[in-house]
């Protein structure tokens, strides 16, 4: 009953079904079979469902509170093995957009535990990277979410969905995204990557086709050339570019929105110590988002 466990302090912690299968990589009909198998188990409901909405209940709320004392003193059995007379090494790849965001939190808290393991950490864009997991030369990956179901042996575990913005001067007017890709040079977001093809496959429904002079896969360069007042960009807006220089300005997509799901790739079944490292990568970015809603109200 663990995972099941686990499952209902996913939907207490992110507010839906959905929204914890997308952050613990399940679907909302599988988040909904854990928590029927844990009710049945229980002998009582643990939420007062309403439409599409679902609330934990007075008996919920008491079994939340016992879960996350199980699930934590069930996650503490042979730490003492784990952090002190673990040796081996662990492979990872990261796109570069992850290796100077959530993935330095996620290495101390990983150190903080196994301080023998030795990580090996590779850059790449993501095919690349989904490439060596599959031929056993990474252990993991972090990469965003390929456009195609993935092997059977690989588990896939969303993190974060980051939004598609237009990146403009600041010295260029206008608020309509199709407008200025039309009218002013177009830096590329490399289509050799899978956020490269989002753009790519937005501009052909659009039926845009801008004058582009620029292709490149590093945001951070693609918002340096931006903020130099070289052309405008469509680009996710993640951590790694925020926040923004003075040279640049946001513009929505509006209705044409589109979003990349960053997520870890992963071996199925995976080590013990596979598994711990990718809890780190799930709390260091649960713990960016608090921070970012701090910011917020601020």
Not at 24 to 45: D, K, M, N, P
Not at 174 to 188: H, K, N, T, Y
Request: proline residues 5%.
């Amino acid at each position: 009953m663990i995972t099941e466990l686990r499952t209902l302090i996913a939907v207490a912690r992110h507010g839906t079904f959905a929204a914890a299968g997308d952050r613990v990589g399940l679907t909302q009909a599988a988040v909904s079979g854990h928590i029927r198998r844990l009710e049945e188990a229980l002998g009582f409901a643990l939420f007062d469902r309403t439409g599409r909405s679902a609330t934990l209940n007075a008996a919920g709320l008491r079994t939340l509170e016992r879960a996350e004392d199980l699930v934590g003193r069930f996650d503490v059995i042979g730490n003492v093995t784990r952090s002190e007379d673990w040796t081996g090494s662990l492979a990872i790849g990261a796109i570069a957009s992850a290796q100077s965001t959530i993935l330095p939190q996620a290495l101390a808290a990983f150190r903080a535990s196994f301080p023998l393991c030795r990580v090996h950490l590779s850059p790449g864009v993501s095919l690349d990277l989904m490439e060596r997991v599959d031929a056993h030369q990474l252990d993991l990956a972090l990469i965003i979410r390929p456009p195609f179901d993935l092997p059977a042996d690989l588990l896939w575990r969303s993190l974060d969905r980051e939004d598609y913005v237009l990146l403009a001067p600041s010295a260029v007017q206008g608020d309509d995204w199709r407008a200025l890709v039309a009218e002013q040079p177009f830096i590329r977001y490399d289509r050799l990557s899978y956020g490269g093809r989002q753009v790519e496959r937005l501009l052909r429904r659009t039926s845009l086709k801008p004058s582009e002079w620029l292709e490149v896969d590093d945001l951070q360069a693609i918002v340096a050339v931006v903020a130099r007042g070289l052309g405008v960009a469509i680009a996710p807006l993640t951590r790694t570019v925020t926040p923004l220089p003075p040279g640049v300005r946001v513009v929505s997509l509006g209705s044409d929105l589109i979003q990349r799901e960053v997520g870890v790739l992963v071996r199925t079944p995976g080590s013990e110590i596979l598994h711990a490292f990718v809890e780190c990568l799930v709390d260091a970015v649960a713990a960016e988002v608090d921070q970012g809603l701090d910011q917020t109200r601020r």
